[in-house]
């Protein structure tokens, strides 16, 4: 459990540092081939671009320090607009901050115990927060009111995930369950069975049709939204899975696992890649808005940056 917490803060770190990762890439004149359906076709090696780690972290600077806090933080998510951070803590609250100023703009509490997860509607409007209590709660960002608790997990809930219409949410569970809920109504819409551990990451499509979840079972699996129907797993890693995210055109599914980050042919299922480098587990992959570049953060302290020819 302690070990995963840290594992948590280090994915959460990877997600933040991203940002100055790209702002880095983008000074550097870095450039790639957008993927189109047309003329990309998989290469036996991928290009590792920048990589943020001891040997070039005075490159990347903090702007500032948000304080608050008072133990581990596990998940930071920006608003739509870009102008408003949430962070999601152990000490069992999520608070808002001012991106420009650092400032702390509300406390979010009702969680008994850590929270995992936090994500923001695409409207901005709301925040789902879930953790240790089982629990995902939706809160009012303008005003930090607790709107409704959606409750049916069974054990600690690690990621909750918005559709990209806002109506929908799902959250993947330690109970090896994905729920899919109704924002709206807090209503439980549909129960997603199949993984036989911990389910870790939870992602939507681009198109709001299908969700991709990661487990401990050290798979990837693929469910139709709209009935809950399971359509593939995807098998490859050797060990937990801890984070998935899909392409901002579709195609793609990136996986980050053991000492690998692995890309899979959203359609199929078929594994495309494997992308070596890391030295340790990676808890984090996230792609760039343009689908051009591919982030993993790990175990190793690094975050790596690649261009997809």
């Keep these: 459990m302690f070990n995963f917490a840290r594992s948590k803060l280090l994915s959460a770190f990877a997600a933040l540092t991203l940002l100055s990762a790209l702002a880095l890439l983008t000074s550097c004149g870095a450039t790639a081939t957008t993927l189109t359906a047309t003329s990309w076709t998989p290469t036996p090696t991928p290009v590792p671009l920048p990589t943020i780690g001891a040997g070039n972290v005075e490159r990347v600077a903090a702007l500032r320090t948000l304080t608050g806090h008072r133990d581990d933080v596990y998940s930071v998510a920006w608003s739509p607009d870009g102008r408003l951070i949430a962070s999601a803590s152990d000490d069992g609250t999520v608070r808002l901050w001012e991106a420009s100023s650092g400032q702390l703009l ?76 109704e924002a709206e109504s807090g209503q439980l819409l549909r129960t997603l069975t199949g993984h036989a551990y911990w389910v870790t990451s939870v992602a939507w499509s681009p198109d709001g049709r299908l969700i991709a979840s ?27 899975v801890y984070s998935v995210a899909w392409s901002p055109d579709g195609r793609l599914i990136a996986s980050g696992s053991d000492l690998t980050v692995r890309l899979w042919e959203a359609e199929s299922g078929r594994p495309l890649r494997t992308l070596e480098g890391h030295t340790d587990v990676v808890f984090s992959v996230a792609w760039s808005p343009d689908g051009r570049y591919l982030a993993s953060g790990s175990r190793d302290g690094t975050v790596r940056i690649w261009g997809l020819p």
């Design 106 to 181: 509300r406390t979010l509490t009702g969680h008994a115990f850590l929270v995992s997860s936090v994500a923001w509607s695409p409207d901005g409007r709301l925040i789902a927060s879930a953790g240790l209590d089982r629990i995902v709660r939706l809160w009012e960002a303008s005003s930090g009111q607790l709107l409704r608790t959606l409750k049916g997990h069974t054990s600690f809930v690690d990621a909750v995930a918005w559709s990209p219409d806002g109506r929908l949410i799902a959250s993947g569970s330690w109970d090896g369950i994905v729920r899919l809920w």
């Design 214 to 240: 990661g487990s401990f079972d050290k798979t990837i699996r693929l469910w139709e939204a709209e009935s809950g129907q399971l359509l593939r797993t995807l098998e490859g890693h050797w060990g937990y």
